[in-house]
């Protein structure tokens, strides 16, 4: 049972296209929303991450939006680059204690193509 | 530079082996974690610990342990690996809270 659903699965565009990948959550209990970036061969490393009090959260090229009453946030990116072709994954965290509980989405293989 | 460094990117098995698969971090972090990657599954935790000598077991604990005897080092071991272990490991470490997570560069475990 995924408790965060993430589509689609996999994803191609062009250079200079807006890629957008959407996640969904059932637990409200969850804290901060991050999304990582993970290049083959390499482990996933954090990309943006946002907290459910704000909607929506830039970084460089990177934007995330979130819909708090929807349980839904996304990942968008601007004017996308081959370099930008990896594997991204949401994530929800329930913070317990002085540790996380990370929950991963299925992750999206992102393709862009020049 | 964050190092979480595991000791080996590629392991292949026989059935019925115990397999260690190992994790040094240099950060001084409380909490480190075992996951697996499978296509279509995305990451799910294995084990995790907050302290020396502490454990607690995370969404798919069957089939393996840990072991956490000094605060940078944290191992996984399959006690008898099975062709159903075959995986991507990945260790990662994080100091609780809104901080990141970082991981290691994964091993790619083959029970064969």
């Known amino acids: 049972q995924q408790q965060v659903k993430q589509s689609p699965q996999s994803l191609i565009v062009q250079k200079g296209g807006i890629p957008i990948i959407n996640c969904a959550y059932e637990?409200?209990?969850?804290?901060?929303f991050p999304w990582y970036q993970q290049f083959p061969g390499k482990g996933p490393a954090l990309l943006i991450a946002?907290?459910?009090?704000?909607s929506e959260k830039k970084e460089g090229r990177f934007t995330i939006s979130f819909n708090k009453s929807a349980k839904q946030f996304s990942l968008h990116i601007m004017d996308s680059q081959p370099g930008d072709s990896a594997t991204y994954f949401c994530?929800?965290?329930?913070?317990?204690?002085?540790?996380?509980?990370?929950?991963f989405g299925a992750g999206t293989r992102l393709a862009v193509h020049p | 530079d964050v190092k979480v460094t595991q000791s080996s990117r590629y392991l292949v098995k026989r059935t019925g082996e115990k397999v260690f698969l190992e994790c040094v971090q240099d950060?001084?972090?409380?909490?480190m974690f075992w996951y697996r990657q499978d296509p279509g599954l995305g990451l799910r935790l294995i084990y995790f610990?907050?302290?020396?000598?502490?454990?607690e077991k995370g969404d798919i604990p069957e089939g393996y342990s840990v072991s956490r005897e000094k605060k940078e080092r944290f191992s996984l071991i399959l006690e008898s690996a099975s062709t159903n272990q075959t995986s991507m490991y990945l260790c990662?470490?994080?100091?609780?809270?809104?901080?990141?997570?970082?991981f290691g560069q994964g091993t790619r475990l083959t029970v064969v």
């Open positions: 994530a929800a965290v329930v913070f317990s204690g002085g540790y996380n509980k990370l929950i």
């Open positions: 610990s907050y302290d020396v000598k502490m454990k």
């Open positions: 637990n409200t209990a969850f804290d901060y």
């Open positions: 950060m001084d972090h409380e909490n």
């Open positions: 946002i907290r459910p009090d704000v």
């Open positions: 990662a470490i994080d100091q609780g809270g809104d901080t990141e997570a970082f």
